[in-house]
């Protein structure tokens, strides 16, 4: 079992988003996927998200909004998410990102982008509700969603 996090930032109706491209043995190999990554020893969730955006964009987050708790399973393995909203940071993006190249999606484009698709849940409940969800994916073996579980 792991805990990671995962940050959607928001500017002018737009989500960063980072398509991963350029890590080999990549689970999330050209997918659209959100910033962050897992949580070191020591870190809260906040600490981990504040270092793997800024790691991951060069962007300092000033605040972050928690939105929800993921759970994903994945035939034998799970992981624990926390995912945060932003739309208060600073800086420019100008680290080139080690995983992939980051750019700035509409909000309403990003479901005809190439995500997984339990993501695709989690981001409509971004956009519909306002309130901290728990969202639980299960996936088979070949990573197809075979069961969505919205609690709360």
Request: overall charge negative.
């Amino acid at each position: 079992m792991t805990l990671t996090t995962l940050c959607y930032l928001i500017k002018d109706n737009k989500y960063l988003m980072l398509h991963r491209t350029k890590k080999e043995k990549d689970i999330n190999a050209g997918k659209y996927i959100g910033v962050g990554g897992h949580v070191e020893e020591g870190e809260s969730p906040v600490d981990c998200i504040k270092r793997e955006v800024f790691e991951e964009t060069g962007l300092i987050l000033n605040t972050v909004s928690p939105r929800g708790y993921i759970t994903f399973v994945m035939g034998n393995e799970t992981e624990h998410a926390i995912l945060f909203t932003s739309d208060d940071f600073s800086g420019e993006l100008t680290k080139e990102c080690s995983e992939g190249e980051l750019m700035w999606v509409d909000i309403d484009k990003v479901p005809q982008l190439n995500l997984w698709e339990g993501d695709r849940t989690f981001l409509k409940l971004l956009n519909e509700r306002e309130d901290y969800f728990f969202l639980k994916l299960i996936y088979d073996k070949e990573d197809n969603l075979l069961d969505t579980i919205i609690e709360g």
